[in-house]
């Protein structure tokens, strides 16, 4: 079975301090992805990854930036937490664009 | 914005086929349809999906229409496990997944 594990499932830090949110799949899939969830406005993508040091932007990547090392892991970086970023983050991987894409367990972070 | 239309809510009896319904009229030829759930405080599963015709694994089955303006997710012996926000969506390579709001499946004893 595919697995997409990430770092933490429940995140709590203030505001303006730096957020390394991480993910990791251990299926070598080219595709990997990052989403927040927020009730009432569904899930919405911040960045995608085709390919190890490829990023792209998803439809809010304002405030959001990422990197990818290594091909099975892709990180979600707040460089300085807001409390609008107070969300749940899910990370996704996928073996080809049109290939259905597996979910992490979420990480809900909430910044005071 | 999501190119799908489903309903908020539906109920179904344990035990019971679940029919999800979804429209998608302004699908385009070489998009497909997918399916996801999203079981309370998880991450969304994928399910199933299709291009034209109608697909079935051991999770569900897809109908999707002659015409592809519209498909139905069959569960066809509902569960409590089975209740979750299940997603429809429609896309093709190179353009970004949009989960919409979703139908939210009450499996009831």
């Known amino acids: 079975d595919v697995k997409v594990t990430q770092s933490s499932r429940y995140l709590v830090k203030r505001t303006g301090e730096k957020v390394f949110l991480e993910c990791v799949q251990d299926m070598d899939h080219e595709n990997m992805f990052w989403y927040r969830q927020d009730p009432g406005l569904g899930l919405r993508l911040i960045y995608f990854?085709?390919?190890?040091?490829?990023?792209e932007k998803g439809d809010i990547p304002e405030g959001y930036s990422v990197s990818r090392e290594k091909k099975e892991r892709f990180s979600l970086i707040l460089e300085s937490a807001s409390t609008n970023q107070t969300s749940m983050y899910l990370c996704a991987s996928s073996l080809s664009w049109l290939y259905e894409q597996y979910f992490g367990p979420g990480t809900r972070l909430t910044v005071t | 914005d999501a190119k799908t239309t489903q309903p908020p809510s539906m109920d179904c009896a344990e035990g019971r086929a679940a029919n999800l319904p979804c429209n998608h009229s302004?699908?385009?030829?070489?998009?497909?349809v997918y399916w996801y759930r999203q079981i309370h405080s998880q991450g969304p599963q994928y399910i199933i999906h299709?291009?034209?015709n109608n697909e079935t694994n051991e999770m569900a089955s897809l109908i999707i229409t002659e015409d592809r303006k519209s498909s139905t997710l069959i569960l066809p012996h509902a569960t409590l496990r089975d209740t979750a926000v299940y997603y429809c969506i429609v896309n093709n390579y190179g353009q970004n997944f949009v989960f919409g709001p979703g139908t939210r499946l009450s499996v009831l004893p």
């Open positions: 299709g291009l034209k």
């Open positions: 302004t699908i385009s030829g070489n998009e497909y």
């Open positions: 990854s085709y390919d190890v040091k490829m990023k």
